[in-house]
C-alpha cells in the first residue's frame, strides 16, 4: 500500500455508527463480532497463496464469490473472468446496482495477488495470519490484502444494511498487480471486457497515511497521480574463455562496475503541485526537525541542507526524485568458464514530467561504458492520467479524515508506485488513491519479509472506507 497521496457542493454524508472503533479494540482487547467475521475475511485471503510461482488467484477469486453468493448476491451480480491461456490469473467482478438513472458507476479497484515469499526468511509462515503485538504478519497483510478485505467487507455490509446506492458500485479484484509480466487483469478487462470497468471515476490503493513510528498518525493522504514504471535490461559482453587463464575482460565485472554506478546515480529534485503541497502541509503537521526541513524545501527547492535532511528518508526521497533499483542479474553459464554476457535488469520509477527515455538516457550516462547495452523492457505500462482535483471526491474524504484522524488534514500527494490505475486512463476513468490506511515509516515491510499491518489501524479503516464508499454512493 502506497504512503502517499491528494486533493461538489456540499455533501451530506450518510455514515453508519461504526462496530468499535480502534481504541475500543485496543482498550477492550478483542474485536465486536463484526469484527471478527471481518478479521475471519481478512485471514482467508492471506492464508490462500496468490503469489505468482506457488499461488492462484483464480482460488482466491472462487472463494470470495462463494462468500457473494451466502451473502444473498445474485449470480449476475458475480462476474468470475479469465485468460484460458493461465488458468491460475483469474479475478472477479461485483456489481451493486444503483437507482440512480443519472449517476454514474464508482469503481473500486484491488489485486488478489502478492509478492513471492521464503518462509526461511520470516520470523512467522507468510501464508498463515499470526497476530502479535498489536500487528497482523503474512504476506499480502499490507500490500494489498487489506484493502482487498475492506472492499469486500464494504459491499457485504452495505448490503446487510439494506443501503440502496444511487451509484452502481462495481468491484474488480485482479491478478497481476505485482505479476504483470504474465498477465494484468485490469489491462486484460480493459482490452477484452471494458464495460465491466465503465465508472466516473476509480478508488484504489495508494493513498492513506504515516505514523510517526511510534503509533502517532501524522498524515492522511487521497492519491492524485502516480509515477511511472520502465523497466531495463543492462547487458555486458565478453569473450569467455577457461576458467585456467583469467582476463580483465569480464561480462560479471562489466556488470559490477555498472551496478555501483547505478546504485549512486541521484536524479534531479522534482516537485510538482500535489507534492510541494504535500511536503508544506505534513511537513507542518509532523512539528519535528524533519517536518521543519520538508516545510522549508516546499518553499524553496533549492535548499540543499533541507533536501539532505527530507531525502535521508527513504519514502519522501522516493517522492521527490525519478529512482531506480537494480532487482535481477544473470551471469555466466557454467562454474569453470568465464562469462561470456552478463545482465543486470533496472527497475525504475519515473516523476511525472519525466518519462522512460529520459531515464534510459541517464542509465547510459552514469554508466558510461559505451560497450553495455541498456534496452528497455516490453510491457511498459500506459502513463497515467492525473485526475482532476474534484470536490465531490475531495469532500467527502475531507470530513472523514477530520472525523476519524482528529487534528490530521487530508492532504494532496503522489503514489509512490505505478498502478493497475494506469489501464483506467485510455478508458477515461479518473482513479484516486483512497485514504484511511497507514503504515509506519518502513512501509510495514510490505514486499519484505515479516510484512505486517496494525491490528487498530485495519479495523478503524473498515470504518473510514465503509463510511466513505457509502458517501460517494449516495451522490446524484
Known amino acids: 500500500m502506497g504512503h502517499l497521496t491528494v486533493l461538489g457542493a456540499a455533501l451530506a454524508l450518510v455514515l453508519a455508527p461504526a462496530d468499535a472503533t480502534a481504541a475500543e479494540v485496543t482498550a477492550a482487547g478483542s474485536p465486536s463480532p463484526a469484527q471478527a467475521a471481518f478479521r475471519e475475511l481478512y485471514r482467508e485471503l492471506i492464508e490462500t497463496d496468490t503469489s505468482v510461482t ?15 453468493r451466502a451473502a444473498g448476491f445474485a449470480a449476475e451480480q458475480l462476474i468470475q473472468f479469465r485468460d484460458e491461456a493461465l488458468p491460475l490469473d483469474g479475478g472477479l467482478v461485483v456489481t451493486v446496482p444503483g437507482t440512480s438513472r443519472s449517476a454514474k458507476p464508482m469503481l473500486l479497484l484491488g489485486y488478489l495477488d502478492v509478492v513471492n515469499a521464503r518462509p526461511q526468511h520470516w520470523k512467522t509462515d507468510p501464508f498463515k495470519l499470526v497476530e502479535k503485538d498489536g500487528y497482523f504478519y503474512g504476506r499480502g497483510a499490507a500490500e494489498m490484502k487489506s484493502l482487498d478485505a475492506i472492499w469486500i467487507d464494504t459491499l457485504l455490509r452495505l448490503r446487510a444494511e439494506g443501503f440502496k446506492p444511487k451509484r452502481t458500485i462495481k468491484l474488480a479484484l485482479t491478478c497481476g498487480g505485482e505479476t504483470g509480466g504474465r498477465l494484468n487483469g485490469v489491462q486484460w478487462l480493459a482490452r477484452n471486457r471494458p464495460e465491466l470497468l465503465a465508472a466516473e471515476f476509480a478508488l484504489n490503493e495508494s493513498g492513506g497515511g504515516e505514523t510517526d513510528g511510534r503509533g502517532k498518525v501524522i498524515s492522511q493522504t487521497i492519491a492524485v497521480g502516480e509515477m511511472t514504471m520502465a523497466n531495463f535490461d543492462i547487458e555486458a559482453f565478453s569473450p569467455g574463455g577457461p576458467g585456467t587463464i583469467p582476463i580483465d575482460d569480464n561480462a560479471i565485472y562489466k556488470i559490477a562496475d555498472a551496478l555501483q554506478k547505478v546504485r549512486t ?22 512539528g519535528d526537525a524533519l517536518g521543519g526541513a520538508m516545510v522549508r524545501l516546499a518553499a524553496d527547492p533549492t535548499d540543499s541542507a533541507a533536501e539532505a535532511m527530507v531525502s535521508a528518508d527513504r519514502t519522501y526521497n522516493a517522492l521527490l526524485h525519478t529512482h531506480c533499483a537494480a532487482t535481477l542479474v544473470q551471469g555466466g553459464y557454467t562454474l569453470t568458464a568465464l562469462p561470456q554476457t552478463a545482465k543486470a535488469s533496472i527497475n525504475c520509477y519515473v516523476l511525472p514530467g519525466e518519462d522512460a527515455e529520459t531515464t534510459r538516457d541517464a542509465l547510459v550516462k552514469a554508466t558510461g561504458n559505451p560497450e553495455l547495452v541498456i534496452s528497455p523492457l516490453s510491457g511498459v505500462r500506459p502513463v497515467p492520467v492525473t485526475p482532476q482535483l474534484d470536490p465531490r471526491i475531495l469532500r467527502p474524504a475531507e470530513k472523514l479524515v477530520a472525523r476519524y484522524f482528529p487534528g490530521i488534514r487530508l492532504v494532496p500527494g503522489l503514489s509512490l508506485t505505478s498502478t493497475d490505475a494506469a489501464f483506467l486512463g485510455p478508458l477515461g476513468i479518473p482513479a484516486y488513491g483512497v485514504p484511511g490506511l497507514y503504515t509506519d515509516p518502513d512501509g510495514n515491510n510490505a514486499h519484505g519479509q515479516d510484512e505486517r499491518q496494525s491490528v487498530a489501524g485495519l479495523y478503524l479503516a473498515r470504518d473510514f472506507v465503509h463510511d466513505l464508499v457509502k458517501a460517494y454512493a449516495a451522490q446524484e
Open 265 to 286: 546515480l541521484k536524479f534531479p529534485l522534482r516537485f510538482n503541485a500535489a507534492t510541494q503541497r504535500y511536503f508544506a502541509q505534513v511537513g507542518a503537521q509532523r
Open 54 to 68: 506457488t499461488g492462484s488467484c483464480t482460488l482466491l477469486a472462487q472463494k470470495i464469490a462463494i462468500r457473494f
